[in-house]
């Protein structure tokens, strides 16, 4: 009999500590098993239920920041994202509401009539407003007051239909069009008697005089050109056209001589009618622009490699 009564001791035992342990694991899980987390008693969301919170002046809610709605907290602080102390939302029907909301339209109405026209103004009071959207919904409007607006960085503006521009004032650099650079050179050698245009950016148009030339080639050819326009004269006519024919390709030989050199149409003509040879030549700027870069100097000795002027049209050009 003592056997069978200590079986039956065990037994006892091992119930109470089989009920011991259910009981614990049901306690701390049991609101992850099916069907007995229906029960209330083992249902964990209780502590993250905002319960309101109540004050000297009514109901309060919950307590929000301004800037982050999305925060929630039972008690007075600072908001946990941003630092700012938060601020009370009242529990819908509280008269706290209601007076805050007419005192609200008021003091809109009062700052719309005194500052009418100002660029901006604020019509905030400090809390938060419950109203019905058309949804039927209820919401909250945030208000935050002058001091608040000013830490916060907050302006308001009247609604205007303008352009939207800005100036930018920078430093950049002038380049040249390449395209629009003129070299000013000779095709024959010679010796420079005057500089017309004597200093570098200085403007030019087109046919204006650059400088004049002395080269003895030129000479000579002038003198051939005028032997050569007699000879037509006298021979052009002639009853053998193997002579007349002579005279003309002499003439139009030294004429096209003339022009490769680029002596101009109007300095021929001048030379056919004077018929006298000039010991210096001018020499005309073929574009419109400034002078950018300057080598023509007087009694200075030219080749025709040589660059005397630049000149570049400044009408277009690369920033």
Sequence with gaps: MTQI????????????????????ALYKYGSSIPLINKIPFFQDDHEHVYR????????????????????????PGKCPICGMETIPVWKKGNSRVDTEASQAKAEDKNNGEDMEGMQGHDHSTMGVRTKRGNDGEAKSIFSVTPERQQLIGVKTEP???????????????V???????????TKIKGWI???????????????????SIYSPELVSTQEEFLLALRSKDLLGS???????????????????????????????????????????????????????EKNAFENMHVEPNTVLYKIADLSVVWV
């Design 159 to 173: 609604v205007m239909l303008r352009t939207i521009d800005k100036e930018i004032r920078t430093v950049g650099i």
């Design 5 to 24: 009564h200590k079986k039956k001791q065990y037994k006892v035992v091992g119930i109470v500590l089989v009920l011991i342990f259910v009981s614990l």
């Design 193 to 211: 008697d005057k500089v017309f245009v004597d200093y570098t950016w200085q403007y030019v148009k087109k046919g204006d005089p650059l400088f």
């Design 175 to 185: 380049e040249i069009d390449e395209t629009r650079v003129e070299d000013v050179n």
């Design 52 to 75: 309101p919170v109540f004050d000297e002046e009514g109901e309060i809610e919950y307590w929000t920041c301004a800037m982050h709605p999305s925060v929630r907290l039972k008690e």
């Design 238 to 292: 002639n009853q053998y056209s193997e002579i007349a024919r002579g005279s003309h390709s002499l003439l139009e030989a030294t004429r096209r001589r003339l022009e490769l050199w680029d002596i101009s149409e109007n300095q021929i003509r001048e030379l056919e009618r004077t018929g006298k040879v000039k010991t210096s030549l001018i020499i005309y700027s073929p574009v419109s622009g400034n002078v950018v």
